[in-house]
């Protein structure tokens, strides 16, 4: 018999975590033409108005107010590709943050023995376009290489817009396939692996479900 546990992560997104002998997670987002975040400032850590960096009081303060642990990895890295003179304080504050946020917040579910889920998060990118985003923290090591799908059912009038493909094969729903890069043969344990996966969509509700 298989177990469901129920549960909600930011942006009242409700996930159900089904264990089961292949196991999953059904997360229940519905893809749309909207955003799940916002657009990340492509200069968080400058000033809007002369562009400058800002104070450092400031931008700990900024990261401080951040919850998103995607966020969080999204303003280091700007911050450290940036051609300004790097403050490692900045740095530092935001592993911090991070830190305690992993800490802090459970994960939402553990699609394998080997990894829990964090954090889930997908984005609209262009028409037809969107990114979907996974955090997770390695709690042993894989034996093997494996894939992770993005499976979204559709309701019945909007079985025609899913592939020809999966259509043909009486599916009723499309799956878009990541495979991690680097592989999860090379994941250590007690590590926070990021991944994100593009892939195309129409402008229909998707449940999506994950399978590692």
Excluded at 58 to 77: G, W, Y
Excluded at 153 to 178: M, N
Aim: aromatic share 8%; hydrophobic share 35%; with cysteine.
């Amino acid at each position: 018999m298989s177990k469901t546990i129920h549960f909600s992560v930011l942006k009242k997104v409700n996930i159900s975590l089904v264990r089961s002998l292949c196991p999953f997670l059904v997360l229940g987002v519905l893809v749309s033409p909207g955003c799940s975040r916002e657009p990340e400032d492509p200069a968080w850590f400058r000033s809007s108005e002369t562009g400058k960096i800002l104070p450092i009081d400031e931008l700990k303060a900024e990261i401080e107010r951040t919850d998103s642990l995607f966020d969080l990895f999204e303003m280091k890295r700007q911050y450290v590709i940036s051609q300004g003179r790097m403050e490692p304080r900045v740095i530092e504050t935001i592993d911090r943050r991070r830190d305690r946020i992993l800490t802090e917040r459970p994960p939402l579910g553990s699609p394998c023995p080997e990894v829990d889920l964090v954090a889930f998060d997908y984005r609209y990118i262009e028409p037809g376009r969107y990114r979907a985003d996974y955090l997770f923290r390695v709690n042993r090591s894989f034996s093997a290489d494996l894939e992770i799908s993005l499976q979204g059912s559709v309701a019945p009038e909007h079985l025609d817009l899913i592939s020809k493909t999966r259509r043909e094969e009486g599916k009723e729903s499309e799956v878009w396939v990541l495979r991690p890069d680097p592989p999860t043969s090379t994941w250590g344990e007690g590590e926070v692996r990021l991944l994100s996966h593009g892939f195309s969509a129409r402008a229909i509700p998707y449940n999506l479900m994950m399978l590692f």
